[in-house]
């Protein structure tokens, strides 16, 4: 079982590579914090606020991001396979060359500002800002 942050405020911080495997972070605020290669895999960012945040190269297979803002956020080459996207907000987000397999987009508010539930259920198409 991983870490529990509940409400955590991280704002800015430098979390370069830490190792946050099965965390609970529901309702973290993460604006602008570094997660760069940071394995955030089967992770709980419910309701979590990552607005502008970088995710370069982070994995995050199987997270769930339900309400998730990731407005902005950088997910160059992030693992996001099997990733529950269930109304997060990406508006903005980068998304190049993320692993996207098995994504579910539900109610999500894809990169481009557009709502999945209107682009046959998915993102794929709508990835550009």
């Not at 570094?34 to 709980?44: F, I, K, P, R």
């Not at 370069?56 to 396979?81: E, G, P, V």
């Not at 060359?97 to 987009?105: E, P």
């Amino acid at each position: 079982m991983g870490t529990t942050l509940t409400s955590v405020i991280l704002t800015g911080a430098n979390l370069t590579g830490t190792n946050l495997l099965e965390a609970t972070l529901t309702d973290a605020t993460m604006t602008a914090a570094n997660l760069t290669t940071a394995d955030l895999g089967s992770a709980t960012l419910t309701g979590a606020y990552l607005l502008d945040a970088n995710l370069t190269a982070a994995t995050l297979h199987f997270a769930t991001l339900h309400y998730a803002n990731l407005t902005y956020a950088t997910l160059t080459d992030a693992d996001m396979s099997g990733a529950d996207l269930t109304s997060a907000g990406l508006a903005g987000a980068t998304l190049a060359h993320a692993d996207l397999d098995g994504v579910i987009w539900s109610h999500t508010i894809c990169p481009d500002g557009t709502l999945s539930d209107n682009d046959g259920s998915t993102c794929i198409g709508h990835l550009t800002p």
